[in-house]
């Protein structure tokens, strides 16, 4: 018998080997064909312990781990057992980050970061979505200012299917944790443990006494309500489908059995509790999840006395398609925004109202900042003086959006005119089935004349509709409202805020990202928010939100034909055109030249893509840039101070992507004013 245990665990072994992906390694002769940059700090292999490791006790600030070239047409979960170990609390702590690195990119993909200290193993589940393209997963240790820190690596397993999938038959449990409570708790239940009044003689999995389960009972119960939670590890791509598993309940008393779903910021939605008392075997449970946004998936049982019974958990499983015959398209919330270029999209106004939004244009000029989008597209006016209502009101309605869905409504607005700001742009949602309107948000004050952003989390029950209204209390108190680039998602701006930054992005929101200065001074560039200093040039505020941070040049500290370098560190090349956006701001009468260039790794010239010279408008414009670089190579960008201290230049948004632009700007090199240079267009 006991021989016929230990063929059946060894076989059961062997299958959990054969379904392991390349790039899986326990680290126990061989590194399994991953790789160390030699260019950073080394990796120790410790074949005693079974891990891989980089410490303090070589200077460096990091150690870079590379796998080999890996291909999977299937979705794959990724599990990673690791420990971070230091003696010290640092303001600038060790930390192990995981990228993914796709071919034909040249920045790699921010997975999952961790910088959390344990004296005992942890393990993090990162799902990798389906991929026509060869890839890498990149290890990187950064060591910090901690002088005693250390990192291991234990395991890489690398698996088809999702990660809140589990059978619960290994020892990591799949990353799945019990949230410990005195009382109550999730165990690990079969496999001969004998320790439970309500174990069960066979799992569902294997169907036998050796496989293993989760259960959680009631017998240490001690007040109303106890509460065990199973909380699974966090989904990290966004995926949608039949979430399905296996229960057992046995109640003597009340049980309440209940899934939820909780965000990064703690929001918890319940999407299935149990509708039964008694299921003596185990019971398939199916219910649809949609998840757009990370979520942990909580099992949760509640107790309200020491002989409440048990519930038992196995084989936890999805599927991308609904669990329900779902018929017609799902909810796209790219639908419901907009940013005017076209038309107005979805969004329509009452023609009893009267014309209160207008869909207009402003060419490029000194006097009115143009559109958001780009700089000289179109954006939507209220001009409320000239509408039908009492009261001056314009009223603008979007698409009808499904009820019982978490949202996250962004849009940018700009004022002009008004003497009080307060009240003049406000947001409502409007429920059609009863008529009800719910202001959710509204302007409190904001600097004139710049494209500010806002973002409003909200939940409605009902199907419901979002309404832009400006309103004026006067007459003679009327301003202007501009409303462009409205944007709406699925979950809380909160939980949005809390993923990782896309590759190839840089705000400069916290800090310069990939680029560095040539020659760091007063005549360089420097990051700010808010207006530049000297009046009548540079931005007021800027692209990405209105109130953030752009890079600039300040003229004040610069002579005339003094140039100021911003250099992205080398990138990686790659086959086809690749796309660089970004948006600069040239206004100022003495403005000089901005001028982006291409460096590839051992030409000693660089190479010009693209060229503003002089005063270019008081917006943000947008520029474009295709170009191609089979080497590596680096991105510069040069700005030269013009003929007066008028001659702040700018730049913010930078966003490189692979593949050709979608849209092709027309002028790469040009010089002077442009013909329509203050013709304003309505």
Same mark, same amino acid.
């Given at each position: ?146 002088? /005693? $820190?250390?990192? =291991?690596?234990? !395991? ?5 299917? #999702?990660?809140? +999938?589990?059978? *619960? &038959? ?45 259960y959680v009972d009631s017998v240490y119960v001690k007040h109303f309500q106890e509460v065990a939670q199973l909380i699974s590890p966090k989904t990290t791509a ?40 008694? /299921? $003596?075997?185990? =019971?398939?449970? !199916? ?5 757009? #946004?990370?979520? +942990?998936?909580? *099992? &949760? ?55 209160g939004w207008s869909r207009v244009k402003v060419k490029r000029n000194v006097y009115r900042a143009g559109d958001h989008t780009t700089g000289f597209g179109y ?34 607005? =700009? ?14 949602? *409007? &429920? ?251």
């Open positions: 018998m006991l021989r016929l245990c230990l063929l059946a665990a060894h076989a059961l072994r062997l299958a959990g080997a054969a379904l392991l992906y390349p790039g899986s390694c326990a680290f126990e002769d061989s590194a399994c064909g991953y790789e160390w940059d030699y260019a950073h700090l080394p990796w120790a292999l410790h074949e005693e312990g079974h891990y891989i490791s980089v410490d303090t006790s070589y200077e460096g600030e990091k150690a870079v781990l590379s796998s080999p070239d890996l291909y999977s047409e299937d979705w794959s979960c990724v599990r990673l057992i690791y420990q971070i170990a230091t003696s010290e609390t640092s303001p600038d702590p060790a930390r192990l980050n995981l990228y993914l690195r796709q071919q034909g990119e040249s920045f790699d993909r921010l997975l999952w970061s961790a910088k959390e200290p344990s004296d005992s193993w942890l393990i993090a589940s990162l799902d990798l979505t389906n991929s026509t393209n060869k890839y890498k997963i990149i290890l990187e240790g950064e060591m910090g200012q901690d002088k /005693s $820190a250390s990192i =291991a690596v234990f !395991e890489i397993k690398i698996t088809p299917g #999702y990660c809140i +999938e589990c059978d *619960f &038959e290994e020892n990591h449990l799949c990353g799945f944790v019990n949230r410990w409570n005195p009382n109550v708790n999730w165990f690990v239940g079969g496999g001969n443990i004998r320790n439970s009044q309500s174990i069960l003689p066979r799992d569902h999995t294997l169907n036998s006494e050796l496989g293993h389960y989760m966004p995926m949608s489908g039949c979430l399905s598993f296996y229960y057992q309940l046995k109640q003597e008393s009340s049980i309440v059995f209940t899934i939820y779903l909780r965000d990064t910021s703690g929001f918890y939605e319940e999407i299935w509790k149990t509708d039964s008392t008694l /299921s $003596a075997e185990w =019971a398939l449970a !199916e219910v649809d999840f949609n998840a757009p #946004y990370p979520v +942990e998936v909580i *099992f &949760e049982v509640a107790f309200n006395s020491a002989k409440g019974g048990y519930v038992a958990l196995d084989d936890i499983s999805f599927s991308p398609v609904y669990c329900s015959n779902q018929t017609g398209t799902p909810f796209n919330p790219a639908e419901a925004g907009c940013n005017f270029e076209e038309d107005l999209c979805k969004f329509y106004q009452d023609h009893k109202d009267g014309p954006y939507l006016l209220a001009n409320t003086k000239f509408t039908s209502q009492p009261g001056y009101i314009g009223r603008l309605y979007g698409p009808m959006l499904p009820g019982n869905l978490q949202f996250c409504l962004r849009f940018y607005y =700009a004022l002009y005119g008004f003497f009080k700001m307060s009240g003049t742009l406000a947001v409502y949602i *409007f &429920e059609e089935n009863h008529v009800v309107q719910e202001k959710i948000w509204s302007v409190l004050d904001s600097p004139r004349g710049v494209w500010t952003q806002a973002e409003i989390s909200f939940k409605k029950p009902m199907p419901c509709k979002v309404v832009f209204v400006s309103w004026c209390k006067s007459f003679w108190d009327c301003g202007l409202v501009a409303l462009d680039d409205v944007s709406l998602s699925l979950g809380s701006c909160q939980a949005a805020d809390l993923m990782l930054p896309n590759p190839g992005e840089c705000t400069f929101e916290k800090d310069e990202c990939v680029f560095t200065q040539k020659k760091r001074g007063r005549g360089s560039w420097h990051r700010r928010r808010g207006p530049t200093p000297t009046s009548y040039t540079g931005p007021k505020g800027d692209h990405t939100t209105g109130v953030g941070y752009y890079m600039y040049i300040e003229a004040s500290n610069m002579v005339y034909g003094q140039r100021a370098y911003l250099v992205s560190r080398s990138l990686r090349g790659t086959s086809g055109k690749q796309c660089l956006t970004f948006f600069y701001h040239m206004y100022g009468a003495g403005t000089g030249l901005l001028s982006v260039y291409l460096k590839k790794e051992g030409d000693d010239e660089e190479i010009p893509l693209w060229r503003r010279t002089a005063e270019q408008s008081i917006s943000w414009l947008r520029g474009l840039i295709e170009y191609e670089s089979d080497r590596n190579y680096q991105i510069i960008f040069e700005a030269i101070r013009g003929v007066s201290i008028r001659s702040d230049t700018a730049i913010d948004d930078i966003l490189f992507q692979s593949g050709p632009c979608l849209e092709v700007e027309e002028i790469q090199f040009s010089s002077g004013y442009p013909d329509s240079l203050n013709e304003i267009e309505y």
